[in-house]
């Protein structure tokens, strides 16, 4: 500026000199000076021309430059006073938001320069004689030009430094503004609808966003073939989108020349990939609704835009050149989403009311808010898909039917927690145990995801190969909690366990079985919430229990309540997932809960559903099971006992006995079999085991021989050689019954045999 100034105080053109009347000849050709200026900088700077409206700012510059630095001289006006043309600062701010490089502006005034001095040179020598003249004046025009365009030129970087930081700010806050707006749930169309409407809100007209349906079932490479994707959320300014939408793909219309930027870069244009052009990209997407979201499926065709940037992951501007109609899209932005290596798919901007085509600031910015979604869509697609893995094999390993047996009527549920917390390990189960008892079990695995869920898995299992042994509910946990300590320490030894496997395993259970001959209920619980039950249509309390330590403490012992249940009553077994909500506290759930249990309800499944829809407002914090049991008795007519004495001689009056129940029964058929193995528990029990020794048969779906005495030791079934005069009586016990066992009680032990209506004496028992 010092230097200019300078020369301004110095420079100056005398009225009707050489100078001023070369200028005034100049200017009545100045069409054509124009024009030349106009050729030479489309040829040599052609980045200044690829924007229509800045082509358009630019011929006008050129035209005014011309004409007032003609006239300055002319008049013999101060060059530090010439007016300045007044689309000058417009071109410049057209420039900065293009993103056209500052060199190429200042290289277009020095060679605007140039070529008018040349015309002005040339036009010296006509109009003089005199060298020494002719030379002064070429002096005095360098000089005065160079005041000029550094005058211009300074205020045009000026403007064009302030445009650039303004859509520097203005960028930087769309960019803050996504971070926090998109990706807000690990939702994929929630996650990509964000995406869209920030766009339309801030620099697009309508936004689409497509998604490679082959990653949305969880595979992550694209295949061969044509790219197949689903529409997964779009968002127009006027809510339907262009009424042409399509035209920037297809470039149909007069004048549809189309070309191509990628972002490698300002200035790096492109010709369109092989196969683009009018008629090479399929049919666009048909537009209905606000802001909804299609979800269509549709393939992109080989030589697209979005294929051209699905196949290279770089991001593209294409744009008609022809005139534009009211509606028609005229620019669009293809920009591919990729995250951690992975393309997921492409989001398209277009403009078609805006006039205004998109320029590489907005490229830039496209490509920001692009690249912040794609992270969180992958998050989003990654979390689904181990919360679908989770969740797939959480319900694979509960029971999805509940088993036949007539202790209790059952009705259960099992709801995964929400999004935000993931599949955790909560499960339910009935197990039929011997003697027409059932098991009722409800455990919490600590932890969510899948390996909470495969834990789940492991503890239902080693809980139903306990159960199968007809362990006390004490016991059973005891064991249990030592299957959970083996847990942790096989996961704190893994080297390539995931962090949160290698943590501290922990879950809780509450066990219970139900007797139906006795209508006694046997509970022990670890660390869980306790039951609750209602006595027949009285009001529902929760059961007293020894709470008893979370399972993977170790050490510590459980304690086991017998509670009597009269027939009708319904027992409640859940995790605490039930009660623990957003919107109330434990206590609140509680008293709920047992509102519910006691009001009349037509099935258990609709106190299921009850307790649910009043508990939960909204997707639950934890995963939630419950399990709702209402009991049934076997009496008198069902059960048949009789105490034996420790003679051998008692047993043919057993067998007797067993017939002649058998056929009060209406069990005749199973007479002979029944017989046969009554007759061998006896004889094992007269002579291995210890008085008082008793005899019960249970008439329920199946038909129970049981056979109780003091003892604790366990019989073994062995094979017995040819000539040995015993050890045959378990292994004809086996072959007779559909099952049998031995299950211990703290004082002795009870053997007992199932018999179906397809028991019969099968040959080889007597070969």
């Known amino acids: 500026m010092s230097r200019a100034r300078d020369r301004r105080t110095v420079v100056c053109v005398a009225p009707g000199s050489l100078l001023s009347r070369a200028a005034r000849e100049l200017g009545l050709r100045a069409h054509e000076v124009i024009a030349d200026v106009d050729r030479r900088l489309r040829r040599e700077l052609p980045e200044l021309w690829e924007d229509p409206s800045v082509a358009r700012l630019a011929s006008e510059n050129i035209s005014e430059h011309v004409a007032a630095a003609l006239y300055g001289l002319e008049h013999a006006v101060d060059p530090g006073r010439i007016v300045q043309p007044p689309a000058d600062a417009d071109r410049a701010r057209q420039l900065a938001r293009h993103g056209t490089p500052l060199s190429s502006m200042l290289r277009a005034f020095r060679l605007g320069e140039e070529i008018v001095i040349d015309w002005l040179l040339a036009e010296l020598p006509r109009l003089s004689d005199d060298p020494q003249e002719v030379s002064a004046a070429a002096r005095r025009l360098n000089a005065v030009s160079t005041v000029y365009v550094d005058r211009t030129s300074e205020r045009g970087v000026a403007v064009f430094q302030e445009e650039r930081d303004r859509r520097l700010r203005w960028r930087t806050a769309i960019v803050n503004e996504a971070g926090m707006r998109i990706g807000t749930t690990l939702d994929i169309v929630r996650t990509t609808q964000e995406l869209a409407d920030l766009a339309t809100e801030r620099f697009a007209d309508c936004v689409t966003v497509d998604l490679l349906d082959p990653l949305l079932h969880g595979r992550d490479a694209m295949g061969e073939g044509p790219f197949v994707l689903r529409r997964v959320a779009l968002a127009a300014v006027d809510g339907t989108g262009p009424g042409a939408v399509g035209q920037a793909h297809t470039g149909s219309g007069p004048g549809a020349a189309q070309k191509l930027r990628t972002g ?36 992109c065709p080989d030589g697209s835009f979005p294929a051209f940037a699905l196949a290279t992951g770089r991001p593209a501007r294409h744009h008609s050149d022809g005139p534009l109609d009211a509606g028609e899209v005229h620019s669009t932005l293809t920009v591919p989403l990729r995250a951690r290596g992975t393309t997921l798919g492409v989001a398209e901007f277009v403009r078609y009311r805006n006039p205004l085509r998109f320029d590489d600031e907005d490229l830039l910015l496209a490509q920001e808010i692009a690249a912040r979604a794609a992270v969180a869509v992958d998050n989003a697609r990654r979390y689904t898909h ?34 935000e917390a993931g599949v955790g390990g909560d499960w339910y189960d009935v197990i039929p145990l011997s003697g027409a008892r059932v098991a009722l079990v409800v455990g919490d695995v600590v932890g969510h995801g899948i390996h909470a869920a495969a834990t789940m898995g492991r503890l239902r299992t080693a809980v139903r190969t306990l159960a199968d042994i007809d362990l006390p509910p004490d016991e059973l946990l005891t064991h249990l909690d030592d299957v959970v300590l083996r847990l942790s320490a096989e996961a704190a030894a893994d080297p390539d366990a995931e962090a949160d496997e290698a943590d501290y395993i922990g879950a809780t259970c509450l066990y219970a079985v139900y007797d139906p001959v006795s209508r006694c209920c046997t509970l022990a619980r670890a660390g869980h919430v306790p039951p609750a039950v209602v006595i027949r ?71 299921c559903d009850t307790v649910l829809d009043a508990l939960l407002t909204g997707h639950p914090d934890d995963d939630i099971a419950l399990l709702l049991a209402r009991t049934h008795g076997l009496g008198a007519d069902r059960v048949a006992t009789w105490e034996l004495e420790a003679d051998p001689a008692v047993v043919a009056r057993a067998r007797s006995d067993v017939s002649r129940q058998l056929s009060d029964w209406g069990l005749a058929d199973l007479d002979f079999t029944a017989e046969l193995v009554v007759s061998e528990l006896v004889t094992n029990a007269i002579r291995y085991g210890t008085a008082p020794i008793t005899l019960c048969l249970i008439h329920d779906r199946t038909l129970l021989c049981e056979v109780s005495d003091a003892s604790s030791t366990t019989p073994h079934m062995r094979r017995a050689r040819g000539f040995d005069e015993g050890g045959r009586g378990l292994l004809l016990v086996a072959q007779l019954a559909d099952r049998w066992g031995t299950r211990h009680a703290r004082h002795g032990k009870t053997v007992w045999a199932e018999l179906g209506e397809s028991a019969a004496v099968p040959a080889a028992a007597f070969g």
């Open 264 to 299: 490698s870069g300002p200035g790096a244009v492109e010709e369109p990939p092989a196969g683009t052009g009018p008629g090479a990209v399929g049919e666009p997407h048909t537009w209905s609704g606000s802001g909804a979201a299609q979800q269509d499926l549709h393939t």
């Open 537 to 607: 249509d009285g009001e529902a309390d929760l059961l007293e229990l020894p709470p008893g330590p979370p399972l993977g403490l170790g050490g510590l012992p459980f304690e086991t309540v017998e509670v009597g249940l009269p027939e009708g009553s319904l027992v409640a077994l859940y995790t605490d997932g039930l009660l623990e909500a957003r919107d109330h506290d434990v206590d609140v759930g509680l008293t709920t809960l047992r509102e519910l249990l006691a009001q009349p309800a037509p099935s258990l499944d609709a106190v």
């Open 386 to 419: 181990a919360r679908a893995t989770a969740l797939a094999l959480q319900r694979s390993l509960l029971p999805r039917h509940a088993p036949r047996q007539s202790a209790v009527e059952v009705a259960y549920r099992y709801l995964p927690a929400g999004p």
